[in-house]
């Protein structure tokens, strides 16, 4: 081929790629027009939706100053709360320090209230104990009543022996064998009908005179009776006691003669004794009205005495009791106990069963009564003063408290009889013991160490019922 024709080819192919690049190049221009144009108006939304919310927060740029406000404000009272908790938070550390330092005096304090709360509790529980019986005595005694009015001759009644005993008709001759039977007797209506006593059956003064002229005849000593006499008196009836006359009591009731055992156990078995003789002698009415009158001096002993505890704060005084030398005492079985609890006062062997038993010096120490009572036993161990000598020199006894502030009383006379004789008498004793115990409680200032007929008159106590 000419050279002339190939240049004409090449020249012809290369205006063909022109054209063809050159349009190549005009689509693409196009192309990007339209891209432009698209992100032209997809920047005019944009720019419009920012136009919205300048707008917006224009509008709502004073809610959003009110908002900065509050929460400046907030701000200021949490740092202001903030300092007041601190200052409670110091404030609870300061009395958090102060009951701290409280803390062991409110436990003494609590330790002593409980210990006189339990003392109280304690006496209380005892009171409520010894004068159970005491307290129902007028369902008893309604009862009582409902049977006399129609019961008639002959009486069958159970005595402390568990016996059936029957009385066949009003007695007319009656023996007593104790001086607290004796009391209730004549105290019931019945005494002209007595025509024999012990030894030491003493009062009321009257039975001294009718033995002297005879009207009575001594059938022995309490414990040593004789059995002869008692049959040449012809009794209807002999009152007898429990414990050593048992033996006595049996004996006669196998010789025909009609025995009534009465208990002497404690308190409650003096009402049922004094009830029970006058059914039996028919004095009902009479024993009635005594059995009242000592349910009247009790319940207001015990007022008193309770009255002036509450008042005052102050623990039950611990008794020691020696009835006999020495350490001979009482356990709660004794009727002796529930003069001293009905008294106020806390017998320092409550929690022995016997009613009467030797106790040891070491354990008399070991309770350190804050008072020590004593029998005269007629003189028998000599002056008042030499039993209270009996006492402080006896040995570890100096450290008692009893001992060392001078708190030891001796019953004599007439305040040994109403101690020891299980009879009307004892609501006496009890009102005379709760005035040693707690003098204040009745406006008395001096207790004598010697405790007789004569202090009983200074201090309004009579020496016998009615």
């Known amino acids: 081929m000419p050279r002339k024709e190939v240049a004409i080819g090449i020249a012809i192919i290369a205006l063909i790629l022109s054209f063809i690049a050159l349009g190549f ?14 992100q032209n108006e997809e920047l005019s939304k944009l720019t419009q939706k920012l136009g919205n919310i300048e707008k917006n927060l224009a509008g709502n740029s004073g809610k959003i100053e009110s908002i900065g406000q509050e929460v400046s404000n907030v701000a200021n009272e949490v740092s202001s709360m903030k300092s007041n908790v601190s200052n409670v938070v110091s404030n609870l550390q300061n009395v958090k320090s102060g009951l701290n330092s409280m803390q062991g005096s409110v436990k003494e304090l609590s330790n002593t209230m409980k210990s006189v709360s339990a003392e109280v509790e304690s006496l209380a529980e005892k009171l409520a104990s010894v004068t159970s019986n005491v307290t129902s005595l007028q369902k008893q005694i309604t009862v009582i009543q409902k049977q006399v009015e129609t019961i008639r001759y002959p009486l069958t009644l159970t005595d402390a022996l568990g016996r ?99 208990p002497t156990r404690d308190m409650s078995d003096v ?69 001293i609890t009905l008294a106020g006062g806390d017998n320092i062997f409550e929690n022995e069963t016997t009613p ?80 040693v115990l707690y003098p204040q409680a009745f406006g008395i200032t001096v207790v004598p160490h010697n405790i007789n007929e004569t202090v009983m008159q200074e201090w309004g106590i009579p020496t016998s019922l009615g």
């Open 25 to 38: 190049m005009y689509w693409q221009s196009q192309s990007l027009k339209a891209l432009i144009a698209k």
């Open 164 to 262: 059936q005993v029957t009385i066949p008709s009003k007695p007319q001759r009656i023996v007593s064998t104790a001086p607290s039977i004796t009391e209730i007797l004549f105290l019931v209506g019945a005494g002209s009908n007595v025509v024999g006593v012990d030894k030491f059956s003493n009062y009321p003064p009257v039975v001294k005179e009718l033995i002297k002229n005879g009207t009575i005849k001594v059938v022995g000593g309490f414990s040593t009776l004789n059995i002869e006499a008692i049959l040449m008196l012809k009794p209807d009836i002999v009152f007898m006691t429990t414990g050593v006359q048992e033996r006595y009591a049996k004996e006669l009731a196998g010789m025909g003669i009609t025995v009534f055992v009465l």
């Open 271 to 339: 009402f049922s004794d004094i009830l029970t003789v006058g059914l039996i002698t028919g004095h009902f009415d009479k024993a009635l009205k005594a059995v009242k009158e000592m349910r009247n001096i009790i319940t207001s002993t015990r007022l008193k005495v309770e009255e002036y505890l509450n008042k005052t704060g102050g623990k039950p005084v611990k008794v020691y009791y020696e009835i006999y030398p020495d350490y001979w005492t009482v356990g709660r079985t004794s009727f002796i106990n529930d003069i």
């Open 356 to 435: 009467y038993f030797v106790a040891s010096s070491e354990a008399i120490i070991t309770a350190n009564p804050d008072v020590i009572l004593m029998n005269y036993n007629y003189g028998y161990f000599g002056s008042v003063d030499n039993l209270i000598k009996r006492i402080t020199s006896r040995e570890g006894w100096a450290n008692i408290t009893a001992v060392k502030e001078g708190g030891i009383y001796v019953f004599s006379g007439v305040a040994e009889d109403i101690m020891v004789r299980p009879g009307p008498r004892a609501a006496l004793a009890i009102a005379l013991m709760a005035r």
